[in-house]
């Protein structure tokens, strides 16, 4: 059920969205599709190929929904097991240490400071975000919404999994806390 709460932040955060990012068209390639896999991963498995650019859901043996996404930069990119611990609708961010180094400019309103900015349409984490771990510690790395939808199919991010908004709330209300993600 639906809390006022995230009623409100939800209609706010709608009525804020430019026009133009709302109007992009995703490829089609790219938009979630159900797809064959190989049977070597379990329903309610994530998989991620990033040089791809798809994320997998398998919903039974050797089916899986299929979401275009955005990755990491080159050495920038996650790999290896973690499994989601947090969920969070219209998440709050803020840049790690590491990413203010190599980009001050860019996140200037971080710098020397403890500054987190609120969700909401204008966050770079969107609507929802499904944080990793590894051995009970956040990885830092996240599948989240995008502020940048045109990202979708490229190697431009500081490391996470980049998905269009509406597509992140669709794999969000998928998959429960302990699922596991694997990134190859």
Excluded at 13 to 30: D, H, L, M, Q, W
Excluded at 76 to 102: C, D, H, Q, Y
Excluded at 145 to 163: D, F, H, K, L
Aim: one cysteine or more; glycine letters at 8%; aromatic letters at 10%.
């Amino acid at each position: 059920m639906m809390k006022r709460r995230d009623f409100l932040a939800a209609g706010v955060a709608a009525a804020t969205v430019p026009a133009a990012a709302s109007a992009f068209e995703v490829n089609p390639k790219f938009r979630p599709q159900e797809v064959r896999i190989s049977s070597q991963y379990a329903p309610g498995q994530l998989l991620i190929l990033p040089r791809a650019h798809f994320l997998y859901f398998i919903t039974e043996p050797n089916k899986a929904l299929r979401y275009g996404v955005g990755v990491g930069k080159a050495g920038l990119e996650f790999t290896g097991k973690a499994t989601i611990s947090v969920k969070k609708k219209w998440p709050t961010w803020r840049p790690t240490n590491e990413m203010i180094e190599r980009e001050p400019h860019t996140y200037s309103k971080f710098v020397n400071n403890d500054y987190v900015q609120p969700g909401g349409a204008d966050n770079p984490l969107g609507s929802r975000a499904l944080y990793l771990f590894q051995n009970g510690r956040d990885t830092y790395f996240r599948i989240h919404g995008t502020t940048a939808p045109r990202s979708i199919g490229r190697s431009v991010s500081n490391g996470c999994i980049r998905m269009i908004n509406e597509h992140v709330q669709d794999l969000y209300e998928r998959v429960p806390i302990g699922t596991v993600v694997t990134v190859l």
